[in-house]
């Protein structure tokens, strides 16, 4: 007699991955954040270079939304412009958070970068924004 066995199917872990929609300019943003601000080994370097790939807008995406440099300012067309689905995983998330919340802590943040801020660091936006609220009514 043959003894058979149920083949066992495998669980698929939940994926920890965290999926952003960033438009262009988000992108570019959080390119000049990882790019100005990742420091460390070569394991880290390697993560924030493989960020910046998926970061990237390649030779099709451009030419669609008409990406130009005019006097030092990136410009392109909003209507052309499509939102990027990125996946991140925990580690890459908290890289930017951190890098972020020190550049709020230095006061480099500029009116470009809120959008990512939004995205990123939404419970630390809400509060600094209550805080300044709140000082402004004492």
């Known amino acids: 007699m043959r003894k058979t066995t149920k083949k066992k199917t495998a669980r698929r872990k939940p994926d920890p991955r965290t ?9 570019l943003v959080l390119q000049r ?3 100005e601000r990742t420091r460390g080994n070569l394991a880290l370097i390697r993560i924030a270079q493989e960020m910046l790939q998926r970061l990237g807008i390649d030779a099709a995406e451009a030419r669609r939304i008409n990406l130009r440099s005019n006097n ?3 410009q392109w067309d909003l209507a052309q412009a499509i939102d990027k ?13 951190k890098s972020l919340l020190a550049m709020s802590t230095e006061g480099v943040l500029t009116v470009e970068d ?9 419970d630390e936006l809400a509060a600094a924004v209550k805080e300044k609220t709140h000082a402004d009514t004492d």
């Open 72 to 74: 030092g300012a990136v």
């Open 114 to 122: 809120l959008s990512v801020c939004r995205k990123f660091i939404p």
């Open 19 to 27: 999926t952003v929609k960033l438009g262009i300019g988000d992108r």
């Open 85 to 97: 689905a990125l996946r991140f995983d925990p580690f890459e998330i908290g890289l930017i958070k």
């Open 33 to 35: 954040v990882v790019r």
